[in-house]
């Protein structure tokens, strides 16, 4: 069973620029979540999908950052325009459904803003 | 409001120790409690995971945790250590009452296991 994928797996961009990470959960797996990871600091969640509805946004930072999760498979998080404290790791995780499961991370996408 | 803490950024211990790395928590109600390892370069894998019963849970890689209530900690423990467990460790919090089902994670704790 193919993990979660995350492309790009780096971004290096200049500040004010627009970036979109994408997120590709297991297959099957109707929950999809996105963290990050700034400055070495606690991973910090920013929304939770159940297949293509936002369940729970509260952890989006501003209104800089935009997120999809189109016909319920993958994701994407846009940035635009970044700023300099964007810079960090985004996760990604999925779960089958509610209930007592863990979440399966993806490699991260490690951004960097200029 | 949920939070967790690590309370050690830093953990160093001798191959064939054992080591611990701690964690505890605060959440209303009973918590779910996980535990992730990231090694370097590479995403967070679950290790276990709490959620009721024993209080001793046994996970991968010859990992342990103990939960503990009334000290609400939920330890890391492995009797005996490998070059190979050094990496980046996680605990995580899920409320059960909290509708959107996300993880609070703690800070991390970097272990290092010196051969």
């Known amino acids: 069973e193919a993990g979660v994928t995350q492309f790009p797996s780096h971004s290096v961009i200049e500040k004010g620029q627009t970036v979109t990470l994408r997120c590709d959960p297991i297959?099957?797996?109707?929950?999809l979540y996105w963290y990050r990871r700034v400055m070495g600091k606690e991973i910090k969640f920013l929304l939770h999908f159940v297949k293509e509805s936002k369940q729970d946004e509260s952890g989006m930072p501003n209104n800089r950052f935009l997120a999809e999760r189109t016909g319920g498979t993958y994701s994407t998080l846009k940035v635009q325009p970044a700023e300099l404290e964007d810079s960090g790791v985004y996760f990604c995780a999925s779960s089958p459904f509610r209930g007592l499961y863990e979440q399966y991370f993806g490699p991260g996408t490690r951004l960097t803003v200029t | 409001a949920q939070s967790v803490a690590q309370p050690e950024d830093q953990v160093n211990v001798a191959e064939g120790n054992p080591l611990t790395v701690k964690c505890t928590y605060s959440?209303?109600?009973?918590?779910?409690l996980f535990w992730y390892v990231q090694y370097p370069n590479r995403g967070l894998q679950f290790l276990l995971k709490y959620i009721t019963g024993d209080n001793l849970v046994k996970g991968s890689y010859g990992f342990e945790a103990e939960f503990n209530k009334s000290q609400t900690s939920f330890h890391l423990k492995k009797p005996s250590a490998l070059v190979s467990d050094s990496a980046l460790y996680f605990c995580a919090v899920r409320d059960p009452d909290n509708y959107g089902q996300n993880f609070v994670f703690g800070p991390g704790t970097r272990l290092s296991v010196l051969p």
């Open positions: 959440v209303s109600g009973n918590p779910y």
């Open positions: 297959s099957g797996h109707d929950n």
